[in-house]
């Protein structure tokens, strides 16, 4: 709240000069927006932007995956040296205010153009869920699952849950019958038990032990580094490394690759 912009607004002038006068103190810039309603599609405006632009990148992923490619490598291929391409590269769209902003303003919205347009994206990224669900039931043979990566985001890091793919995952896999196994390099293990979707862990080592896959979920940076030795497990055990952080572990699907018949990747 100190460092960014804030908007504000009222339904009458009074309202508007006490807002204006407490945020002063608060910021360094403010702005006034002519009314609540355009206050608060400029909040919506924010975070739907983000939505699409990843929505974006997932699509886009999907696509090179019909023709045979690698999403994420296409993607990184467009991108490099060409200031005009900008394309995020696929990954899980979560969180308290991702998830749900979208829909707040098509909700709210007459029907137009715009609003499907709006779904639409959210539904692109909301299905990556669906699909590593079914990659599950199509590339894993056993019924032990371990899941690192539980906040819905690593970096920057963060121990929250609410609105986390991670979860709602694990809560389709546990549906399913799978016995899952909980890890998170930052997140509370009385939270992640709470969840009472499976045994939770403090250390990826000991919540590897026994599994027959492991889906890492986030992007923490400590991911960077870690190897299948790190975890105790051996090059059989299939491993679903969905944002390619993992820069030692070779032989690891991601989302890029994750439709593809039979193809796995090697993580840069």
């Known amino acids: 709240m100190t460092n960014l912009p804030q908007i504000i607004s009222g339904n009458n002038e009074q309202a508007l000069n006490k807002?204006?006068?407490?945020?002063?103190?608060?910021?360094?810039?403010?702005?006034?927006a002519g009314s609540l309603e355009e206050a608060e599609l400029a909040k919506l405006y924010c975070n739907t932007y983000r939505?699409?632009?990843?929505?974006?990148?997932?699509?886009?992923?999907?696509?090179?995956?019909t023709f045979g490619i690698d999403g994420i490598q296409v993607i990184k291929h467009a991108n490099e040296g060409y200031s005009r391409a900008n394309i995020a590269l696929p990954g899980f769209v979560a969180g308290p205010?991702?998830?749900?902003?979208?829909?707040?303003?098509?909700?709210?919205?007459?029907?137009?153009?715009s609003k499907n347009f709006i779904l639409s994206a959210r539904e692109i990224s909301s299905s990556l869920e669906d699909s590593v669900v079914e990659w599950v039931k199509r590339k894993v043979q056993g019924r032990v699952i371990t899941l690192s990566g539980m906040a819905f985001k690593g970096r920057p890091e963060t121990s929250d849950l609410?609105?986390?793919?991670?979860?709602?995952?694990?809560?389709?896999?546990?549906?399913?019958g799978?016995?899952?196994?909980?890890?998170?390099?930052?997140?509370?293990?009385?939270?992640?038990?709470?969840?009472?979707?499976?045994?939770?862990?403090?250390?990826?080592?000991?919540?590897?032990?026994?599994?027959?896959a492991?889906?890492?979920?986030?992007?923490?940076?400590?991911?960077?580094?870690?190897?299948?030795?790190?975890?105790?497990?051996?090059?059989?055990?299939?491993?679903?490394?969905?944002?390619?952080?993992?820069?030692?572990?070779?032989?690891?699907?991601?989302?890029g690759n994750m439709l593809l018949s039979g193809g796995t990747a090697t993580c840069a």
């Open 19 to 32: 807002a204006e006068a407490l945020f002063t103190k608060i910021t360094h810039k403010v702005i006034k």
């Open 51 to 65: 939505d699409i632009n990843f929505a974006i990148g997932n699509a886009f992923c999907i696509a090179a995956q």
């Open 97 to 113: 205010c991702l998830e749900k902003n979208a829909y707040i303003l098509a909700h709210n919205m007459a029907e137009c153009p």
């Open 162 to 176: 609410r609105g986390s793919s991670s979860v709602n995952i694990a809560r389709s896999l546990h549906a399913l």
């Open 178 to 212: 799978y016995e899952l196994r909980l890890h998170d390099f930052v997140a509370d293990i009385d939270e992640m038990n709470a969840l009472n979707l499976g045994r939770s862990f403090r250390d990826i080592r000991e919540a590897c032990g026994g599994t027959q």
């Open 214 to 255: 492991v889906l890492i979920l986030n992007n923490h940076e400590k991911y960077i580094n870690l190897t299948r030795s790190d975890m105790g497990i051996g090059e059989d055990i299939i491993l679903l490394d969905s944002w390619q952080v993992c820069r030692r572990i070779n032989n690891s699907f991601t989302l």
